[in-house]
């Protein structure tokens, strides 16, 4: 078990950058795959960025590659998203959510509010 909070979240203008936080408490945070997803109203809830619990390997989707950095403080417990040159359409609820032993995304985050505005 381990439970995830966001923050970070906020307004922004178009071209600028948001950094987004989610601390983990519970079971060890190094044992969890973690990622971040979003969400808008009406659409299926998609995968912004994922990092591996080993290697620390990362993935992005391709509409946020070279824009969005995912990275961990195993230390702090904590994951981060930064989030550089933000469009209108990365508006949404961003989600932070770690992977269960059988490498489901099993536990997930309230959610924080991303708005950019153009």
């Known amino acids: 078990q381990v439970d995830l909070a966001e923050s970070g979240g906020g307004l922004v203008q178009a071209g600028g950058s948001l950094k987004l936080s989610c601390a983990a408490s519970?079971?060890?945070?190094?044992?969890?795959?973690m990622g971040w997803f979003r969400q808008v109203p009406g659409k299926d809830r998609e995968i912004v960025a994922r990092?591996?619990?080993?290697?620390?390997?990362?993935h992005y989707a391709d509409s946020v590659k070279g824009r969005f950095t995912i990275s961990r403080d195993n230390a702090k417990n904590t994951l981060y998203l930064q989030m550089n040159s933000l469009k209108p359409s990365d508006t949404a609820v961003y989600y932070c959510?770690?992977?269960?032993?059988?490498?489901?995304?099993?536990?997930w985050g309230q959610g924080t509010q991303v708005t950019v505005s153009s």
């Open positions: 959510a770690a992977q269960g032993s059988t490498l489901t995304w099993t536990y």
């Open positions: 990092i591996t619990r080993s290697t620390g390997t990362t």
């Open positions: 519970g079971r060890a945070f190094s044992q969890f795959g």
